[in-house]
């Protein structure tokens, strides 16, 4: 009589392991990538960018990236709930406070990036650090009017890390232009 309820208690272990990491991580290079399954990326449709730096206010909050007010504060909408949901999909335990990483969003707020479930993902520390420094960049060349806003948007969707290499030889190339290639994965 015993064994029928160990098995059951056994099944029910393994089914609440396999729902703690529902994820797999891309890689590219040394740096992760989300599970695009999970986190595909998502576009805030009320965000613009004119390189003029001309205030734009949409339902009372700057729209324009390249607007010396513009703030992603007031599009920062996530709730615990969320970030509760995101940590149990990428099977983080202690988080969203926990150390060694972050939920961070696949397409930035600070280039139009939306604050929703699909645009958020648990980023490792050291990568996070990096992919903030990628979104400062792609911030800074869409207010130049070097590349738009929409590229940016994609080349981070696409693959954050190739993103990183293509804004990092655009910095220094004034005649250079950029294409959003497919995902591509690198062996470790």
């Not at 396999?18 to 991580?25: D, G, L, M, P, S």
């Not at 996070?128 to 792609?138: I, M, N, R, W």
Request: overall charge positive; proline content about 6%; some cysteine.
């Amino acid at each position: 009589m015993g064994m029928p309820v160990k098995l059951l208690i056994v099944a029910l272990t393994l089914v609440a392991v396999c729902k703690a990491q529902t994820v797999a991580y891309g890689h590219n290079d040394r740096y992760l990538l989300p599970d695009r399954k999970v986190t595909p990326g998502a576009i805030n449709p009320k965000i613009v960018a004119d390189p003029s730096g001309k205030s734009i206010i949409v339902n009372g909050v700057e729209a324009n990236v390249c607007a010396k007010s513009f703030s992603s504060d007031p599009y920062k909408t996530s709730t615990e709930a969320m970030n509760h949901q995101v940590c149990e999909e990428y099977g983080v335990k202690g988080c969203p406070g926990a150390e060694k990483g972050q939920i961070d969003h696949l397409i930035p707020l600070q280039i139009g990036g939306a604050d929703a479930i699909n645009n958020l993902w648990w980023q490792p520390e050291p990568d996070h650090t990096v992919k903030a420094q990628v979104g400062g960049t792609l911030k800074d060349l869409i207010c130049t009017g070097r590349i738009s806003l929409q590229f940016a948007q994609q080349c981070m969707q696409h693959n954050w890390v190739n993103c990183m290499w293509a804004t990092d030889s655009l910095k220094n190339c004034a005649n250079c232009t950029l294409t959003v290639s497919p995902n591509i994965k690198t062996p470790r």
